[in-house]
C-alpha cells in the first residue's frame, strides 16, 4: 500500500472515531434530581406530605412552590385545591352539550362544586396569612375542608343512578379536585403532627371560632 493510501485510510479510521464519540449520547443529568432530595425546599414538603394519603400527588403539587416556609405550603395545599375546584365548574359546563336530557345533573353537581368555592372564600377568611390565624380558626378552617371535600364526593354520589357514562366522565373531570380537597383535608387533620416535626409551637384551637352555619340539606339538592 502506498504511503498517500495509507495516511487516507488513517484520516477515514480517525474521523470515524470522532463520529462516533460525538454520537454516542450525553448521560443523563441525574445530580439535580439526588440533590433536591437534600435541599430544604424538598425536606419541608417532605414534612407536609408525609401526612397525606396520596403523597406522590401532595410532593408534585407543592414542589414547584417558591418557598420552604411550611406554613406557606400549607396554603397552597388549600390554594390548589380551590384552583382545581374552579377548573371542575368550567369542566362541568363544558360537558352539558354532549349531555342532552341529563343537564339537571350536571347542574347540581355545578351547585355543590359551587358551594365549595364558597366555603373556600369562609376559609381562606378564617385561615390569614400566618401562623397565628391558622391555629387561632384551626377548628373551623378543618371543617370548612371537610364540607368542601363533602360537596365533591355527594356529587359523584349523585351521579350514580344517572348515567353510567356521564358519571365515569365527571369522575375524570373533576377528579383531581376532589384529590386535592382530601389532601388539604390530610394537612388540616395532620396539622399538630406537621407543627411538632417542624419544631412550630403553636396550640390549635378545637373550638369553633365564628358564626357560619353550614347550608341546610337542602341547599345540596334542586
Request: proline share 5%; with cysteine; glycine share 6%.
Amino acid at each position: 500500500m502506498k504511503t498517500p493510501t495509507k495516511l487516507a485510510f488513517s484520516v477515514l479510521v480517525l474521523a470515524a472515531a470522532a463520529a462516533t464519540v460525538i454520537a454516542v449520547p450525553a448521560k443523563p443529568d441525574t445530580d439535580s434530581k439526588v440533590n433536591y432530595v437534600f435541599t430544604p425546599h424538598a425536606k419541608a414538603v417532605a414534612g407536609i406530605c408525609r401526612v397525606v394519603q396520596d403523597k406522590r400527588l401532595c410532593c408534585k403539587t407543592l414542589k414547584n412552590v417558591p418557598t420552604d416556609d411550611p406554613i406557606q405550603l400549607i396554603r397552597s395545599m388549600a390554594s390548589a385545591a380551590e384552583t382545581e375546584a374552579k377548573n371542575s365548574l368550567k369542566f362541568l359546563d363544558g360537558i352539558k352539550p354532549k349531555y342532552k336530557g341529563k343537564e339537571f345533573a350536571i347542574n347540581s353537581c355545578e351547585k355543590k362544586i359551587n358551594y365549595a368555592l364558597d366555603d373556600f372564600s369562609d376559609f381562606w377568611k378564617l385561615a390569614g396569612k400566618d401562623l397565628t390565624s391558622m391555629a387561632k380558626n384551626y377548628f373551623t378552617c378543618k371543617q370548612k375542608i371537610t364540607s368542601i371535600f363533602g360537596y365533591y364526593s355527594t356529587c359523584l354520589d349523585d351521579m350514580k343512578n344517572v348515567d353510567k357514562n356521564l358519571k365515569k366522565e365527571v369522575e375524570s373531570g373533576i377528579g383531581l379536585g376532589k384529590n386535592l380537597s382530601g389532601e388539604a383535608l390530610d394537612v388540616y387533620s395532620g396539622l399538630n403532627d406537621i407543627f411538632k416535626g417542624f419544631g412550630i409551637k403553636a396550640a390549635l384551637n378545637d373550638k369553633g371560632t365564628d358564626s357560619l352555619e353550614p347550608p341546610p340539606i337542602s341547599y345540596y339538592y334542586y
